[in-house]
């Protein structure tokens, strides 16, 4: 059944305030290194079949793409019925005529693994109206019967968000009303406080002739919101209690339905593990969201003494995890154990680096990387810049600054499938690209129809690398560092001080990112985003290097007196002779990436 409301949050695991306690939850396997394999999309849209299938199972093992890590075949968006029958998820009889489980055998017969899609919503983002909302219990059962080692989950058609298709008033659920006052009372003691009087905390809310507007959490769907920091804001009031016992509030509020101002708050005490909630639902509608009345009392617990007060909603995030974590707990129940993959892609719309961790392998980070996929024979479009997200440089500006999110204890950030192999992307651009998923430890999902791929061949080379595939799959799995930037300034016209924290979106820079390696080794890599040629001196050395990677590299190498190198992609091998590691000219979208082990005595 389709609920009506979301769900009623009974355990704190799911609230917003577990989210660095680092716990995932039970069945969501960590220690996996970052998946890698194909998936239909880019290639074929929702046009793929079991013939097409098929063939991308023969030609991975054909080029030998399997021993060098891709596994995962997935099927994306398309290949439903465009209705469950008898409440069950069933194969499209044209595209798919023998159904899922024939075709996971196939897969898995070549030592392959098997990857499905589904969306969170309660229709696919293609339109199909079998989103697992309300029916993630008997899809688990599905997925298991028909072997599914990997399952990708969007986030179209999704009842308690303005999300993708879904209906924009959804944004009742996503912010707090508009608040300008409270009151409390118990006997005696009454106190009243404007808002202005409460202490603004996190990023995004804002005081407005005397109201605050704007508590939730930030949409990161779009590129222009940086990943790092408060992601949400809350409204809090330092409170003192003549004596511990039940007090009641009055909130003087506003709703709409709107980015900004909703109609859900929260109402809390105290913080972590401490805390207590006391109102956690809709509030009655308002006329405007600038018409104020007071809300029925509410019944609270203060404690003798000083007490924080939040007012709140952090239910667009909270929401989004209980929803992934249904199916995660639906797997669960159906086979205790399971191996199941969970791919999460709900575009970073709710900052999903903070929690996605508990349920997920990685998450999406960006809306799609394009949007102009290709069909059979049409290789589809691929994009080096663009001010959105459809990009290799947009989801990488994203992705390169959250390396704190990332690793084997979590997971890692996805910045989407590859675009190696579609139009417009140049051989420069492609080997660029590739070696920025290979450093900053993304999933390596392959996009493009693998029929135009003969072993050898340009695209052969660059997805077939392996030592770029080293790095990705390194065992110590540790996400790539940017330790240096020619940009001077970060988003917002900010000055960048710390270049692995900085949101850059202007291309016309050099990145060098460090990644230390389980051998004791170091990869460096020289990235030019811009389309024009860079020349100079790009450097970085030991004492640099040293700051932002600290430990994660032996003692042994910053004791070194020499350096060997390896150019990843030219096979060029050569030696540093000092602790400064320079190159001088990297070509347009070009990159020089090195592997650099201490010198032996």
């Keep these: ?181 409270i009151q409390l009372k118990n006997g005696d003691f009454s106190i009243l406080l404007n808002a202005d009087k409460g202490i603004l905390e996190g990023r995004g809310a804002s005081l407005k002739d005397g109201y605050v507007t704007g508590i939730g959490t930030f949409d990161g769907t779009n590129t222009g919101t940086t990943p790092v920091g408060p992601m949400s804001s809350e409204l809090v009031f330092d409170i003192e209690a003549p004596e511990t016992g039940e007090y009641e509030l009055l909130v003087n509020y506003a709703t709409a339905r709107q980015n900004g101002c909703g109609e859900w708050l929260q109402v809390a005490t105290g913080c972590g593990e401490e805390t207590s909630y006391f109102y956690d639902n809709l509030l009655p509608q308002t006329d405007s969201p600038e018409s104020f009345v007071n809300s029925d009392p509410i019944k609270i617990t203060l404690k003798a003494g000083r007490n924080k007060l939040r007012l709140m909603n952090h239910r667009r995030q909270e929401n989004t995890l209980c929803s992934y974590a249904a199916m995660l707990e639906g797997l669960n129940e159906a086979k205790p154990g399971h191996e199941v993959l969970l791919s999460l892609c709900e575009w970073g719309k709710t900052q999903p680096q903070n929690w996605g961790y508990k349920v997920g392998n990685s998450w999406r980070i960006l809306n799609d990387i394009t949007f102009r996929v290709g069909r059979d024979g049409d290789p589809g479009f691929g994009e080096w810049t663009d001010p959105g997200t459809p990009s290799v440089t947009s989801q990488y500006n994203k992705a390169v600054i959250m390396d704190e999110f990332a690793g084997l204890d979590k997971g890692w950030n996805d910045p989407d499938m590859l675009m190696v192999g579609m139009t417009n992307m140049t ?36 997805i077939a690398n392996a030592d770029l595939i080293a790095l990705n799959q390194d065992p110590l799995g540790l996400q790539a560092k940017r330790i240096y930037t020619t940009a001077t300034k970060a988003d917002k016209d900010e000055p960048v001080t710390s270049p692995d924290k900085a949101y850059i979106t202007d291309c016309d820079r050099v990145d060098i990112l460090a990644k230390a390696l389980a051998d004791g080794s170091l990869a460096l890599s020289f990235i030019n985003l811009s389309k024009e040629k860079k020349c100079g001196s790009f450097s970085v050395d030991l004492k640099l290097i040293q700051k932002y990677l600290g430990d994660k590299l032996p003692s042994s190498f910053y004791e070194s007196k020499g350096f060997n190198f390896k150019n990843l992609w030219t096979g060029e091998r050569g030696s540093f002779a000092s602790d400064v590691f320079s ?13 650099i082990t201490a010198a032996e005595e």
């Design 427 to 462: 051989t420069q651009m492609s080997q660029t690209h590739f070696t920025m998923w290979c450093m900053m430890n993304s999933p390596l999902m392959l996009g493009l129809d693998l029929r135009r791929v003969t072993k050898g061949d340009e695209l052969y080379n660059i």
């Design 1 to 181: 059944m389709i609920p009506t409301e979301p769900s009623k949050i009974s355990d704190n695991k799911y609230r917003f305030d577990s989210f660095a306690n680092g716990k995932a939850f039970d069945g969501n396997k960590k220690g996996r290194l970052p998946a890698m394999g194909w998936n239909s999309w880019n290639a074929f849209g929702s046009g793929n079949t079991e013939a097409l299938t098929i063939i991308m199972a023969d030609k991975i093992i054909e080029l030998g793409l399997d021993k060098l890590g891709y596994k995962y075949v997935v099927l994306d968006d398309g290949c439903y019925k465009s209705e469950r029958e008898d409440g069950k998820l069933a194969n499209e009889p044209v595209k798919f005529p023998s159904g899922f489980r024939a075709l996971s055998d196939y897969v898995h017969a070549k030592d392959l693994k098997f990857g499905m899609y589904n969306d969170i919503g309660t229709n696919l983002c293609a339109g199909a109206q079998v989103g697992t909302c309300g029916f993630e219990a008997t899809d688990a059962r599905s997925y298991l019967d028909w072997g599914v080692d990997f399952l990708k989950i969007d986030n179209c058609y999704y009842l308690w968000d303005n999300a993708t298709f879904s209906n924009p008033e959804n944004a009742k659920y996503v912010f707090a009303p508009n608040l300008r006052q």
């Design 583 to 595: 190159v001088s000219e990297i070509e347009g979208c070009g990159n020089i990436t090195l592997k």
